[in-house]
């Protein structure tokens, strides 16, 4: 299981969808769901004294990275944040536009009417980094590695129903999938795993989720120098088959601890924090005026940020509970004094402008009276001279799970105790690092967790079908009556392949979802970024969130 868990984290960190696709101006300057169009990241205007120019390739760009990148490949890298920065080594054959699938290392496709079979034609002037060609072999040597973990994959269709990969020729490859799979080509495009490894990297078992031999890629830049915990040094890729990144050196630094990552920044020790993960709000509002440190923010909205309601343990199980707790929680008072109102409102589980998501439901909305009447209802009452519910002699209390030094999720959970507190219940903050909270999550070992969908690609077919297996979702369910049912529409959603049947299919999951009562959406969450400018001009954000692509920083 523990295995299992890093893999799951960075579709997460949707935060995985969340730069690794691509080199091209069509996934450029956006961070999107369906009805993204270009998205220019908002920049500081201050004075241009000592600002960097794009008229020559820099030599260096450091970045502070809140994890090790210990083993780093496609399969391997152990936790959520390891995956956003694959994309400097390590490409996929297609890349997602904003819209749709286009194609990258493979420079054409084309699929079956049954939706069965996609072949690929690849491109010829591609290479590895140590020299040898991409050609048909090797992905198939890639795609037979990945299938060797087919069960850690299971949430993603293009592995989990994949049947086989057939050379056709030097340069032409065919996926054949047991049934039809409509996104098939969205999860080619997605930060992980389905990235092509040099086979000279390949362990000679074939198993690509083993210790790689070196991390070698095709893309923009070769991995020259690890030390572990410390620091990575990534150098650019001579041969590199597309355009040249603006930096020929990039040195991430293993920076842990969030105001220690914004230290090295003040003191220009690192020249970029990047992404909402690594970096909370009230840090980037301190720099909107400053004339050192530049700030960056997406336009476009990408993962949800939620709170997740255990429906196994013995007190969320009663519905009411849940209907109360989200009627208690005040979503624009943590907007305003924690995300600063740089997020919208959320609310449903998925943003309604992802594509097969706009389901009209009933908004649970703030009113803490309601939520009150509630719990009286239900027999959580409370005593005289207390400040805490209690139900035949026990206290209304619950633990809420967040991980430490990921962006905003403290800072939220303090102001969600302190409304759950106003109606009578106490929510202790039980915070963990990023790969407890992957176990303990997986294991359905919380009462409330911090969740995030995955945003695109990756939405929403990649986070309703990881319901079904590995995620916290799945366990956070066990306690719905109509389990079973959801999971059947699940199964049904991911075996077809009509348009009008896939949109019935998702809007009956996602009604049945909001009626759960078990999601807390918070916001839809944006990408953030701060940067040195004396060394960086522009920060831009790519298509597929989180993911950092070194050609939209110059």
Partial sequence: MKKIISILLITMLFTLSLAGCSKSDDNEKSVSNDNAANDTAKKDNADNEGKATDDAQKDELVIAWASDLDNFGPLTSEDG???????????????????????????????????????????????????????AEAVKQNMDGILLNADRFSWMGAIGKLEKVEVVDDYTIKFVYKEPYYAATLDMCSGFPIRMISPNSIPDDGNTAGILKSSIGTGPYVLTEAVKDQQYVFT??????????????????????????????????????????QLSYEAYAQFTDNKKIGTACSESESETRSILMNTANEVLKDMDVRKAILCGVNKKDIIGTVLLDIENKADTILNPSLTYCDVEVEPYEYNKEEACKILDEAGWTLPEGKTIREKDGNKLSLNLMYVTGRGAEESIAQVFASQMKEIGIDVKLDGVELMVWGSRGFEGDFDLSFNATYAAPYDPHTYIGGMMSYSLDNPAQQGLEDKKDLDEKILKL?????????????????KQLHESAMYIPISYQKQIALYNKDVISTVEFPSIPGQLDMMLIK
């Fill in 494 to 510: 991911f075996s077809i392949n009509d348009e009008k049947e896939i949109k019935n299919c998702y809007d009956s999951i996602l």
């Fill in 81 to 135: 944040y390891s995956h956003e920065i694959l994309g400097l080594v390590y490409e996929s054959l297609l890349k997602y536009d904003g819209k749709k699938a286009v194609p990258n290392l493979a420079e054409s496709y084309e699929a079956t009417p049954d939706g069965k079979e996609y072949t690929f034609k690849l491109r010829e002037d591609v290479k590895f980094s140590d020299g040898l060609p991409l050609k």
């Fill in 236 to 277: 650019v890729n001579e041969n590199y088959w597309g355009d040249k990144p603006a930096y020929k050196k990039v040195i991430v630094k293993v920076i842990p601890d969030h105001d220690s990552r914004v230290m090295a920044l003040q003191s220009g020790d690192v020249d970029l924090i990047y992404g909402a993960k």
